[in-house]
């Protein structure tokens, strides 16, 4: 399986990028250069959507950690959404899905729904 990040437009600050595929060693680089493109471009608050995401290993887990450090950097956010089974597991046993307020079934990744 191949993997592809897609960004949509700012929703009120808000950049969502959309991951499909397997997060691995060979395809990482995708998302982190994505990340990297759109912090230049100014963007601090990235909601990444995880629902079409079959696979991530450790090297996906460190593009997500790098990513939330860049924006954080900031005053800015990355938060995940839509993870399930594998992808899921993974956010859990790493611990991930609490720090990066993992959320299957919100589109609002702000705590409390607040900005």
């Excluded at 230049?40 to 608050?45: N, S």
């Excluded at 954080?72 to 597991?89: H, K, S, Y």
């Amino acid at each position: 399986m191949t993997f592809s990040v897609t960004s949509a437009q700012p929703d009120r600050g808000v950049t969502r990028l959309r991951l499909a595929g397997e997060l691995d060693l060979s395809t990482a680089g995708e998302l982190t250069a994505e990340i990297d493109r759109l912090v230049a471009d100014g963007r601090r608050e990235l909601l990444l959507d995880l629902t079409d995401l079959t696979f991530c290993d450790s090297t996906g887990i460190a593009a997500f950690v790098r990513g939330d450090n860049l924006v954080a950097a900031d005053g800015g956010w990355l938060r995940l959404t839509g993870a399930t089974g594998r992808v899921a597991r993974v956010l859990q046993v790493t611990g991930l899905a609490e720090v990066l307020r993992h959320d299957c079934a919100s589109a609002d990744p702000t705590p409390s729904g607040s900005s």
